[in-house]
């Protein structure tokens, strides 16, 4: 069933570890093309512990742009990174968009992710490779061959309506979702996962806790990024198998009336 969400504010969520070199052109993006746009914004940029100039340059783009900087003191790996940014982001807008801090992603697609959800067509919106219109740039071989291998493995094992791509970074969040995996959650993380492999167990929990997902196509600018790859294949492929197989006997957890927004942060503020 739609529903209609007011958006006033879209949290952008971005986790780095060592991104000194493509994280400056990312927030210049940003800057420039979120003024355009319907609705207000406030970055946060989640440093997991970069031994670079990751967090000194959060805060120089600070005065000029709404960034929020949020630091983990030693690395703790991708997982831990977008935990702490969604913890964060959906008590900041209405909306939380993660994009990998690396400039592959282009701040262009927000407007109409927010859109649908705006309009009440998904809970989760994902920029995916594998739709039409889709344009893939610069992506080395074992990494294309690694998203299809992904893809296929879950079309099969665990198939989410609507969805090609599960382990893209560009992705909007409704927050009330984001608020109902927090409440679901308690005390405990919200994923288990720190590698790469954390974006599809991110996307298993949301579709174990029935969020409606869709997706988009988008130019993903591999060839734009400057700094090194963090991605282990085979770590991520054994992984991914883990995470699946940890999710194998679950099943949908049935509909309920949902929690406003402000009900799901007061009760989250309550516990803390």
């Not at 780095?16 to 609705?39: C, G, H, W």
């Not at 008590?91 to 927010?114: F, K, R, T």
């Not at 992705?171 to 409440?183: E, F, K, N, Q």
Request: proline share 4%; aromatic share 8%.
């Amino acid at each position: 069933m739609k529903t209609p969400t007011e958006i006033n504010q879209v949290a952008i969520v971005l986790p780095a570890y060592n991104e000194e070199q493509d994280l400056p052109k990312l927030l210049e993006s940003i800057r420039t093309k979120m003024v355009t746009m319907p609705f207000s914004y406030q970055v946060v940029v989640v440093d997991d512990g970069s031994k670079d100039r990751t967090a000194e340059i959060a805060r120089e783009f600070a005065s000029k742009m709404p960034v929020k900087l949020v630091q983990h003191g030693v690395n703790k790996g991708l997982g831990e990174g977008l935990q702490t940014g969604l913890r964060e982001g959906w008590l900041l807008g209405e909306v939380v968009v993660v994009m990998d801090a690396d400039n592959s992603h282009d701040p262009v697609y927000i407007q109409e992710m927010v859109k649908m959800i705006r309009e009440g067509d998904a809970d989760i919106v994902i920029a995916s490779r594998f739709q039409l219109g889709s344009v893939v740039q610069g992506v080395p071989f074992y990494r294309k061959v690694l998203s299809w291998g992904c893809c296929l493995m879950m079309k099969v094992l665990m198939p989410y309506r609507n969805v090609r791509d599960y382990s893209t970074g560009f992705r909007a969040y409704r927050s009330v979702t984001i608020g109902r995996l927090i409440h679901e959650s308690g005390n405990g993380p919200l994923i288990q996962e720190s590698s790469f492999a954390c974006m599809l167990e991110l996307l298993l929990r949301l579709r174990w806790l029935g969020a409606r997902a869709a997706e988009i196509p988008y130019t993903l600018r591999y060839d734009l990024k400057v700094g090194v790859s963090k991605l282990r294949i085979w770590r991520t492929i054994r992984r991914y198998f883990n995470v699946i197989g940890g999710y194998w006997a679950k099943e949908n957890l049935p509909q309920s009336n949902e929690p406003s927004l402000q009900e799901l942060r007061a009760q989250v503020r309550l516990r803390a």
